[in-house]
């Protein structure tokens, strides 16, 4: 256990100054400083060689980029958002010694959070006219739910639950109530939990009712209606996958009864366990849904760090494509790669953009251009 803290938590420090590696990046940099080599280098990270046709969106550039700040090396990478799909993703021009105990840190900064914007994406793609956001945090270890939440952001999720990893990125939490609410005032007292919610809490706050906790949800649905009347925003479904049923046919009939109440104003919000497949089959019917395992707990993507130009001369390990590469998007939307040294596919556009010159980063990072830019490439590439 460290001295500093009672958690299992990697001090940022150990991160910046390399410690954060795998023991044979320590083994390697011992090995090659005894033999006195220190090769120039090109290293690229790639997820695939060459495209399939199945698309992923980057993340995690801003801190790969100050992980590497400060390092005697020029950095070129995809800007973040960019959807890809085989070749690099990011490349390192320098001294091998000077990076080598980055790497695992390096990939697990890009890995990680591209995998939570990929699935961020998707789900947005599944429910554009709805409301989606980021309900996971509760999944992960909360040292990283601002990745984890600044990712969801990145595929174009519209808000998070999280308030710290809010504090972090510069976002305000959303959410309103959970059963444990409800459950505190006791079988029959729903009305209660709603009543001290409305007068509690900050007028700012949507008055959304958590609505099937005890009863049937038309039943709980109705008797909100009644006790909040024009204060009340929406409803929310949070029923658990073992007791829904049917749930399309739950919120059909839930909103039938709204609308027969004449309270078409009150929206639906759903949640609990929801895919992309969940939103495609309830949007026409909700208003927004809270995602959570499925973009918080999404695969990492696969990608690996490798030498493919040594002193100036291509180079690479047996399956791996040796030579600086460039990656392009074509205009059909399509992605491309070549050697770096032959000259780009008629009209397409080169993808790498300069990060680090000389250990200086030359980039801005902004938020909301990198989600729009990932919407774009979107819908450039076809992306569902």
């Known amino acids: ?109 890009l890995s990680h959070a591209s995998g939570v914007a ?42 998070i639950s999280h308030v710290a990893a809010g504090e972090v990125i510069g976002r305000e939490a959303s959410g309103t109530m959970p059963h444990a609410l409800i459950i505190c005032f006791g079988r029959g007292e729903q009305e209660a939990a709603w009543r001290a919610f409305d007068e509690a809490v900050d007028a700012d706050v949507p008055r959304i009712a958590l609505c099937d906790t005890y009863s049937d949800e038309k039943d709980e649905v109705l008797r909100a209606v009644d006790e909040l009347g024009d204060a009340l925003d929406s409803i929310r479904l949070d029923t658990t996958g073992s007791r829904r049923g049917d749930f399309e046919h739950i919120v059909r009939e839930v909103r039938w009864e709204l609308d027969a109440h004449d309270r078409e104003d009150v929206g639906i919000f759903v949640s609990g366990g929801l895919g992309p497949d969940d939103l495609w089959e309830l949007r026409d019917y909700v208003e927004g849904f809270g995602v959570g395992g499925y973009v918080s707990n999404a695969d990492p993507v696969d990608f690996a760090l490798d030498l493919v130009e040594r002193d100036g001369e291509p180079c690479a390990k047996r399956g791996k494509l040796s030579g600086r590469k460039e990656v392009y998007r074509t205009a059909d939307g399509a992605h491309s790669i070549g050697l770096a040294k032959r000259s780009a596919p008629d009209g397409a556009e080169a993808l790498l953009d300069p990060l680090i010159r000389d250990g200086e980063i030359v980039r801005e990072f902004d938020l909301d251009d990198a989600a729009s830019h990932a919407l774009a490439d979107a819908d450039r590439v076809g992306f569902e």
């Open 1 to 109: 256990m460290s001295e500093d803290s009672p958690f299992d938590l990697i001090p940022s420090d150990a991160i910046a100054d390399g410690r954060a590696t795998d023991a044979y990046f320590e083994r390697t940099v011992e090995a090659l400083d005894h033999a006195g080599k220190n090769p120039h280098v090109v290293a690229e990270v790639t997820a695939d060689q060459f495209p399939d046709g199945e698309f992923e969106v980057l993340a995690g550039v801003k801190d790969a980029a100050h992980l590497l700040e400060g390092l005697p090396v020029d950095v070129d990478a995809l800007p973040e958002g960019t959807l890809f799909d085989g070749g690099p993703v990011l490349t390192i021009e320098g001294k091998y010694r000077d990076f080598a105990r980055y790497e695992t840190s390096l990939l697990g900064f």
């Open 118 to 159: 990929t699935n961020a994406l998707r789900a947005r793609r599944a429910a554009p006219d709805s409301q989606v956001f980021s309900f996971g945090a509760r999944h992960v270890h909360p040292s990283i739910a601002a990745m984890v939440e600044r990712s969801a952001l990145v595929g174009n999720l519209d808000g």
